[in-house]
Antibody, heavy 117, light 107 residues
Framework: QIQLEQSGPEVRKPGASVKVSCKAS????????FTWVRQAPGQGLEYMGW????????VYAQKFQGRVSMTIDSPTNTVYLQLRSLTYDDTAVYFC??????????WGQGTLVTVSS | VVLTQLPATLSLSPGERATLSCRAS???????LAWYQQKPGLAPSLLIY???VRATGVPDRFSGSGSGTDFTLTIANLEPEDFAVYYC?????????FGQGTKVELK
């Protein structure tokens, strides 16, 4: 069965960076892309960007340009999200999702990133 | 593209019909609109894509309609497990955007 398994919760200080992983299984990794979406506590969903599973091409939401990186490691079927220069407003659950022609059909369980001094 | 979902909260009883609205600030290209359901503490799950196509395994009491700027998610005969938050998302333009969500709560 198709699964996306994300890494565990993280705590970072303001100004630091965080890297979240998302390991895919149950399908051919390179045939689908991925998106990253975050959700601040009690808030709605916020789209962060997209990465191609075949070639690693990326499209980032303008809000995160300059401090976000999405990468893939094909041998391990893993996609990564790195967010730099963290502020308290970056405290959120970060979700990876498989992208099928624009819609997100399978989701990871989410990774809580807490920014705290 | 800004998506506005109405109402913010819908209070209904099991067996009733839920009608959720999603309005876009400009015409959504090729009806590239999806609906997701999210329950507390869980990831969203895909219900509808391309405005009206049910995702695999989604019960037929869920239906999507609309085009252009106005889209609707209808849940016929609410079941207890349907009480959740519902989000629309457009994927016709970059960046993709979500609506702010509609909470369907037990009356």
């Amino acid at each position: 069965q198709i699964q996306l398994e994300q890494s565990g919760p993280e705590v970072r200080k303001p100004g630091a960076s965080v890297k979240v992983s998302c390991k895919a299984s149950g399908y051919t990794f390179s045939t689908y892309s991925f998106t990253w979406v975050r959700q601040a506590p009690g808030q709605g969903l916020e789209y962060m960007g997209w990465i191609g599973g075949h070639n690693g091409n990326t499209v980032y939401a303008q809000k995160f340009q300059g401090r976000v990186s999405m990468t893939i490691d094909s041998p391990t079927n893993t996609v990564y999200l790195q967010l730099r220069s963290l502020t308290y407003d970056d405290t959120a659950v970060y979700f990876c999702a498989r992208d099928d022609r624009g819609r997100s059909d399978y989701w990871g369980q989410g990774t809580l990133v807490t920014v705290s001094s | 593209v800004v998506l506005t979902q109405l109402p913010a909260t819908l209070s209904l009883s099991p067996g009733e019909r839920a009608t959720l609205s999603c309005r876009a600030s400009q015409s959504v290209r090729e009806s590239s609109l999806a609906w997701y359901q999210q329950k507390p503490g869980l990831a969203p799950s895909l219900l509808i894509y391309d405005a009206s196509v049910r995702a695999t395994g989604v019960p037929d009491r869920f239906s999507g309609s609309g085009s252009g700027t106005d889209f609707t998610l209808t849940i016929a005969n609410l079941e207890p497990e349907d009480f959740a938050v519902y989000y629309c998302q457009q994927y016709g333009y970059s960046p993709r955007t979500f609506g702010q969500g509609t909470k369907v709560e037990l009356k």
